[in-house]
């Protein structure tokens, strides 16, 4: 390659990229999680770790968050073959508490509880912003009996927050150990501190959660606020946030329908004393403002509410008196909760004729029943060698479409799924 590249250096060049492409599909292919957790390592960006997070997702490799049981600094493979979020990611937390968690962790095994953790920690690593924050990405959460809000003192309740708890409970450990006496025959006896109670507070709704979760790490991780309405966005959306913010040229004249979560609401007031409103959007990929004026801005300032969840048609047009201009012109605006419960009428199963058999249909039955509801089920069966089909509908039997549902058909062989 290098002789070649002194006469030839496109071509060089090009079978060098092609050469190092082949290695990493080799990877890729052989050692996905590793591949993907290195991938994850040298990132860089927040927009980049969230996409390579959703390939992961998509070669059904779980990116698990941060645990202060397993995790190291960077991302890593763990037993299981899934990928453990590295706690370097993680804002307020430095590299020397990171080091000196995961080399007493490695030396003298693994922490048995928080109050184990600050025991055998230094005082000067086991600090307020440290301790929040680890929770709040969730560090702690495979500690039996604990949840994050514990983490954070009430102002209506007077007790001390685990927080606190741990930080004294390090310097009592510390303390009464320097000041321990020898006994009458030479030895050194180690003060015992019992550990204390954990304080009872009512764990965080999942959007909260998430929220918090956001805060230190810059995205989410145990999951995503819009994940219960996921089959709409995936069957019933034409659009994301991202594509409509980066030009709507593409969707000129035509009828979109997106998503998401509502954020920082505006009442305004123009000049000329009429009153508008903007809002933004998020979902999955982005976010988006969205102005209303007029007769939109009556029809659809009720759902100018934080963090609701919305399904939203609309149609690109050109701007009035503007032409060339294009602009976003709502026509609906819905709960997804609301659009949830009616969204999917139908479901198809496409077999082949040659796979139906006595345990197909025992199998199917037991998932029909699991999962019942209002969605009507329709059968294709096929026979591809005869370009023939029948189509079979079921009169008694319905079904709820949900993430259980799709993943158990999903896991029979030879059967396609078709929403509607």
Request: charged share 25%; aromatic share 10%.
């Amino acid at each position: 390659m290098i002789t070649f590249a002194s006469y030839a250096f496109n071509k060089s060049h090009s079978t060098c990229y092609a050469y190092l492409a082949f290695q990493t599909a080799y990877l890729k292919a052989h050692y996905p999680s590793e591949f993907m957790a290195s991938v994850l390592n040298h990132s860089g960006s927040i927009e980049k770790i969230t996409f390579f997070m959703e390939e992961c997702k998509r070669m059904r490799i779980n990116v698990l968050g941060p645990d202060v049981n397993e995790g190291y600094g960077k991302f890593s493979v763990i037993p299981s073959g899934d990928i453990r979020f590295g706690m370097a990611s993680i804002k307020g937390v430095g590299e020397n508490v990171i080091t000196a968690l995961v080399t007493e962790r490695d030396t003298n095994g693994k922490f048995t509880s928080v109050f184990d953790l600050a025991k055998r920690l230094e005082s000067k690593t086991v600090n307020k912003k440290s301790i929040e924050n680890l929770a709040l990405a969730g560090a702690f959460d495979n500690f039996e009996g604990v949840n994050r809000a514990m983490f954070f003192k009430d102002d209506t309740d007077s007790s001390n927050s685990l927080t606190e708890l741990m930080i004294k409970y390090c310097n009592q450990n510390k303390t009464g150990n320097d000041t321990s006496q020898a006994s009458l025959f030479g030895e050194e006896n180690e003060v015992e501190i019992s550990e204390p109670q954990l304080p009872k507070v009512e764990p965080w709704d999942n959007l909260t959660r998430l929220a918090k979760e956001k805060e230190v790490v810059g995205f989410f991780i145990s999951g995503h606020p819009l994940d219960p309405y996921k089959l709409i966005f995936e069957h019933h959306c034409n659009a994301n946030c991202n594509q409509l913010k980066a030009g709507l040229e593409p969707f000129k004249g035509k009828e979109i329908t997106f998503g998401g979560i509502v954020k920082n609401p505006e009442n305004r007031t123009s000049k000329t004393g009429n009153a508008f409103g903007k809002l933004s959007i998020e979902d999955y990929h982005g976010v988006i403002d969205i102005m209303l004026f007029s007769k939109d801005y009556i029809e659809f300032n009720k759902f100018m509410v934080p963090n609701i969840f919305v399904y939203v048609k609309a149609k690109v047009q050109d701007r009035y008196n503007q032409p060339g201009s294009l602009e976003l012109k709502i026509q609906k605006i819905e709960l997804l909760e609301n659009v949830k419960e009616n969204i999917f009428s139908n479901i198809k199963l496409k077999i082949d004729i040659h796979q139906v058999s006595n345990e197909l249909i025992q199998q199917l039955e037991q998932i029909f029943v699991s999962n019942s509801g209002k969605c009507a089920l329709e059968f294709i069966i096929e026979d591809k060698k005869e370009n023939m089909n029948v189509k079979l509908y079921s009169k008694k039997t319905k079904v709820t479409v949900n993430d259980d549902l799709l993943f158990q058909l999903n896991n029979l062989n030879n059967i396609e799924v078709v929403l509607s």
